[in-house]
């Protein structure tokens, strides 16, 4: 297969109707808190077993269509010797591999930040591609605060992303671009609103610059939402027409779909905002999923490195799916929180 067929047939597998992306690859600070917060020591054998009970999950491809890895992940065995990438392929979900290599500050921008991982991309992305990573994701972050995010930064964020996604579709990976406007903060969602609309703007002017081609790019954006620590919270009517509203003023119909991240919403809170802009007219491109805390948070309670409760863990993680699969149609309801099926 030639590159452009193969960056079509993996765009075709991972934008399916009523599934979503699952992102499993927190980096080993990140996945450290995970566990930490239940009681478990971040050790590469505990990360093993726990990423090997995600991907066991029955029928984990009923709902969930691709999964982004961690770079350790991607050369790890189940107990039985299945390469963890060959057992995502098994079920029927595509796997990506996170490629960037995190976030510093950016010189002369105080209070701003840019992702670093360009250098050697290229040779990386060969070494992925072989260990069966067919999509890659590339996360840069905004902070909000009244002098942030700058100029500077939004320029330098999205040439960033837009060279990433570039270096991606030469190799044959599908590039999900990650622009995280962060929610930390008192702002207003109007503010928050504002501040999205400007850093996609930038964004897709810089894709189409490096001739990057949209209906082989996915779009992992935040939603729009007021800070955390804002006074109010906005419900998902308002979280949904704010959204939608920026995206479609700054997001070519080209692209095919766009999978939200959750960024600190509880699960609840982010299947309902899913499933809002789900119930509001047709859009260009689907709205989808792409959520790492959002799925994992109940699967990790229930599991708390305890072995006789993977099978409890499997349920929460399959549970959520569904009810994220289910906002994919706009046919989501809170009561089936408890309803059990
Ligand atoms: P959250 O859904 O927990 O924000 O994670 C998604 C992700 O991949 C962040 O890079």
Redesign the pocket.
């Known amino acids: 297969m030639n590159t452009q067929d193969q960056l079509q047939a993996t765009i075709e597998l991972l934008v399916q109707k009523g599934k979503g992306i699952l992102?499993a690859?927190e980096s080993s600070p990140t996945i450290a808190k995970r566990f930490d917060a239940i009681g478990v020591e971040s050790t590469e054998e505990q990360r093993r077993r726990y990423r090997s009970l995600i991907l066991e999950t029955p029928n984990l491809g009923d709902y969930i269509s691709g999964i982004?890895l961690f770079e350790e992940t991607l050369g790890q065995q189940t107990d039985d010797g299945t390469p963890l990438p060959e057992l995502a392929t098994r079920q029927g979900v595509v796997p990506g591999i996170k490629v960037d290599k995190g976030k510093g500050a950016l010189v002369n921008a105080p209070g701003d930040e840019i992702t670093q991982g360009l250098d050697g991309l290229e040779q990386r992305l060969e070494g992925y591609k072989a260990q069966g990573a067919r999509f890659a994701?590339w996360?840069n972050v905004y902070h909000i605060s009244d002098h942030t995010p700058s100029r500077l930064a939004i320029a330098a964020n999205a040439e960033v992303l837009a060279r990433y996604a570039a270096i991606c579709q030469a190799q044959g990976i599908v590039p999900i671009v990650?622009p995280?406007v962060l929610m930390d903060g008192e702002h207003s969602i109007e503010r928050c609103a504002a501040v999205s609309e400007a850093v996609l703007h930038e964004l897709f002017h810089a894709l189409h610059r490096h001739r990057v081609v949209l209906e082989h790019t996915l779009l992992?954006p935040s939603m729009v939402t007021p800070g955390k620590a804002h006074g109010e919270r906005a419900d998902p009517e308002e979280v949904a027409r704010q959204t939608v509203r920026i995206l479609r003023r700054t997001v070519p119909a080209a692209l095919p779909s766009i999978n939200f991240?959750?960024?600190?919403q509880t699960p609840e809170e982010a299947t309902a905002n899913l499933n809002a802009m789900n119930c509001l007219a047709p859009q260009p491109w689907e709205l989808s999923f792409?959520?790492?805390?959002?799925l994992q948070q109940p699967a990790l309670q229930a599991w708390g490195g305890k072995p006789e409760q993977v099978a409890a863990a499997q349920a929460a993680l399959y549970r959520r799916a569904q009810l994220n699969g289910a906002a994919r149609h706009g046919e989501y309801v809170s009561s089936m929180e408890s309803a059990g099926s």
């Open positions: 992102a690859d982004i994701k996360r990650e995280e992992k991240l959750s960024g600190g792409s959520y790492g805390r959002a």
